[in-house]
């Protein structure tokens, strides 16, 4: 499957929108997200986790040939920080045509660019560009 980088923004969005303490799992996530299939939502989610942004647990399932996400407790400190750099729309759009113009589609990437895109806005708010 290949990475929805709005999709993976999405996720973040709704997992910080919970209350602390409660549990998401797919299912819930998806009746937030309708847009996206429960299996591309289980997808981006599990990629979400090995990036280190998910705080959650992918399980084995009898019958399944690919991991399956139990449940979905927060973002880490590092989803925090990703969602707080592309939370705005604007810088969102600016990261993702950037992207697109060098053709990097990784979350690693992403992630980077996006810290550029800030840092530039910084600046140029401060007068330093």
């Not at 998401?24 to 990036?51: G, R």
């Not at 407790?73 to 993702?96: P, V, Y």
């Not at 992630?111 to 330093?128: C, P, R, Y």
């Amino acid at each position: 499957m290949k990475l929805n980088m709005d999709c993976i923004r999405d996720i973040l969005i709704a997992v910080e929108s919970m209350n602390y303490g409660d549990v998401y799992t797919v299912s819930k996530l998806h009746d937030n997200l309708p847009s996206y299939s429960e299996n591309e939502l289980n997808y981006h989610c599990l990629q979400l986790i090995q990036a280190g942004f998910l705080n959650a647990k992918p399980v084995n399932v009898i019958n399944s040939t690919t991991p399956q996400v139990g449940r979905i407790r927060d973002l880490t400190f590092s989803g925090h920080q990703f969602l707080a750099d592309i939370r705005s729309d604007t810088t969102w759009n600016k990261t993702k045509d950037i992207a697109k113009s060098v053709g990097v589609e990784s979350l690693h990437a992403i992630k980077d660019i996006a810290v550029g895109v800030v840092t530039s806005m910084v600046q140029n708010h401060l007068g330093l560009h």
